[in-house]
Nanobody, 133 residues
Framework: EVQLVESGGGLVQAGGSLRLSCAASGFTFDNYGIGWFRQAPGKEREGVSCMSMRSGMRVVKTYYADSVKGRFTISSDNAKKTVYLQLNSLKPEDTAVYYC??????????????????????WGKGTLVTVST
């Protein structure tokens, strides 16, 4: 069973930085998309960033929402089976619960479909990021 456990959220002032971590386990397949989504109070969940992986370790595509391009960076440590999201230049509008999520992908199939509004297959419980003014 795939399990995703987020950590690293907290309270930070505008302009500050945080690094979120997602510890992943239970993957029995080598092709998947994994990334970060967020939901702010009173708003719908949105895709933040996602990586499409092949052969368990090769990143074939990385996606970012327009609102975070240039400020957030997604990365992975395959040895630790952990995906990170570095959040820089944080703004109050970045305040949200951040979720790690993953989806099964085929070799030549869609990549990070969750960034286009499709439902991801597995979700973590989320970590809260609060950005103060």
């Amino acid at each position: 069973e795939v399990q995703l456990v987020e950590s690293g959220g907290g309270l930070v002032q505008a302009g500050g930085s945080l690094r979120l971590s997602c510890a992943a386990s239970g993957f029995t397949f080598d092709n998947y998309g994994i990334g970060w989504f967020r939901q702010a109070p009173g708003k719908e969940r949105e895709g933040v960033s996602c990586m499409s992986m092949r052969s368990g370790m090769r990143v074939v595509k990385t996606y970012y929402a327009d609102s975070v391009k240039g400020r957030f960076t997604i990365s992975s440590d395959n040895a630790k089976k952990t995906v990170y999201l570095q959040l820089n230049s944080l703004k109050p509008e970045d305040t949200a619960v951040y979720y790690c999520a993953a989806e099964f992908e085929t070799e030549d199939g869609s990549r990070c479909a969750g960034m286009e509004g499709y439902e991801m297959d597995w979700w973590g419980k989320g970590t809260l990021v609060t950005v103060s003014t």
